[in-house]
């Protein structure tokens, strides 16, 4: 096929592809782009056409891969890779200045707590607290798993209660 001949071809085939490149950018400027890129990349590649197939679909596959190569390298664009280290956080929470003796009140506090706990609820809640998964806590107290699991939770409750209070 002459370069004429697909260049006649190619100018009456391509009316189809401003409807199809608005349907993937909704954006009409850069539809207007993808279709001449589209264009562009048909005549640049006119040797890789096989003549008697669909020129549609050709050309359609040549402007969604532009499409998609295009939104690919976008994204990578938008992507911020943060190297540095997080000594300075915006929303962090703590104090400029530590106060070590403040942490050692709400810790003795915390402590306390715990010792206040009814024993049914305590003696897990301990153990749970240094280590001990839920199943070896169950066959120390020779008491459910369920049982054990409860009563944790139930010391949670009962600690969170009594911390909120400060």
Do not use: C
Not at 48 to 64: Q, S
């Amino acid at each position: 096929m002459s370069s004429i001949e697909f260049n006649q071809l190619l100018v009456s085939n391509a009316d189809f592809l401003r409807p199809f490149a608005v349907t993937l950018t909704r954006d009409n400027e850069a539809a207007k782009d993808l279709f001449q890129e589209t264009m562009y990349r048909a005549l640049a590649n006119q040797e890789k056409y096989n003549v008697g197939t669909n020129i549609k679909a050709w050309l359609y596959t040549i402007m969604r891969n532009i499409f998609i190569n295009n939104y690919r390298r976008k994204v990578k664009q938008n992507t911020i890779f943060d190297h540095t280290t997080n000594d300075y956080l915006l929303d962090y929470n703590q104090p400029s200045v530590a106060n070590s003796a403040e942490a050692n009140i709400g810790a003795k506090e915390i402590r306390g707590s715990i010792e206040r706990l009814p024993e049914i609820f305590k003696k897990p809640f301990v153990m749970y607290f240094e280590g001990y998964k839920y199943y070896e806590i169950a066959d120390q107290l020779h008491e459910p798993l369920g049982t054990i699991k409860s009563r944790i939770h139930f010391a949670r409750k009962m600690l969170k209660a009594q911390i909120a209070k400060y």
